[in-house]
């Protein structure tokens, strides 16, 4: 089992105000202090769905770098929207003993993954499509297609550092 990091109590409802609707207070569970796998995948899932339009009045597409928002923060989960451009993407990471959940909701977003002792693996996610995991797991995404896309990315316990591997085969486990 992991333990969350200390959260300063000042940010622990924050929410984006563009956003600040009470159908995204209400799926944030404040009062949840770690959530499951299962639990994000349906968060990301709804967020993604339920705030389609909204989402698209807040995300920016920079062809220099990549780009995010926070859209919420509680004790025991994290809400982000990431943008992509066409062949940006991330390095080999894990998520500092989080398990995560990422819906895709717009393009296409390629993937290499790893456990422990297993095999790089890669997937293809598209619109609409939502992968969740624990906190074994290292991966890798990019945007391989030629058109933009957009995800929202949920991590409990929130605020854990990110570490990147020089490779995927160098992710031994938390």
Same mark, same amino acid.
């Given at each position: 089992?992991?333990?969350?990091?200390?959260?300063?109590?000042?940010?622990?409802?924050?929410? =984006?105000?563009?956003? *600040?609707?009470?159908?995204i207070r209400e799926a944030v569970c404040p009062e949840r202090t770690l959530w499951a796998p299962a639990e994000l995948r349906e968060l990301t899932r709804s967020v993604? *769905?339920?705030?389609? $339009?909204?989402?698209?009045?807040?995300?920016? #597409? *920079?062809?220099?770098?990549?780009?995010?928002?926070?859209?919420?923060?509680?004790?025991?989960?994290?809400?982000?929207?990431?943008?992509?451009?066409? &062949?940006?993407?991330?390095?080999?990471? *894990? =998520? &500092?003993?989080?398990?995560?959940s990422f819906t895709v909701s717009i393009g296409e977003l390629g993937e290499e993954y790893r456990h422990p002792d297993g095999p790089v693996r890669t997937a293809q996610?598209?619109?609409?499509?939502?992968?969740? #995991?624990?906190?074994?797991?290292?991966?890798?995404?990019?945007?391989?297609?030629?058109?933009?896309?957009?995800?929202? =990315?949920? %991590?409990?316990?929130?605020?854990?550092?990110?570490?990147? %591997?020089?490779?995927? $085969?160098? #992710?031994?486990?938390?």
């Open positions: 089992m992991t333990t969350s990091l200390p959260v300063n109590l000042k940010h622990t409802n924050d929410i =984006h105000p563009s956003v *600040d609707v009470p159908l993604a *769905d339920a705030m389609a $339009t909204p989402l698209l009045d807040i995300v920016r #597409f *920079d062809p220099q770098q990549r780009w995010w928002t926070r859209l919420a923060l509680t004790m025991g989960v994290e809400v982000w929207l990431l943008s992509w451009a066409p &062949g940006q993407g991330t390095e080999p990471h *894990d =998520h &500092g003993g989080a398990s995560g996610w598209r619109a609409g499509e939502t992968v969740a #995991f624990g906190p074994e797991r290292a991966h890798r995404l990019r945007n391989h297609s030629t058109r933009p896309a957009a995800s929202v =990315h949920a %991590y409990s316990p929130p605020l854990r550092p990110v570490r990147e %591997y020089r490779a995927l $085969t160098d #992710f031994v486990g938390v």
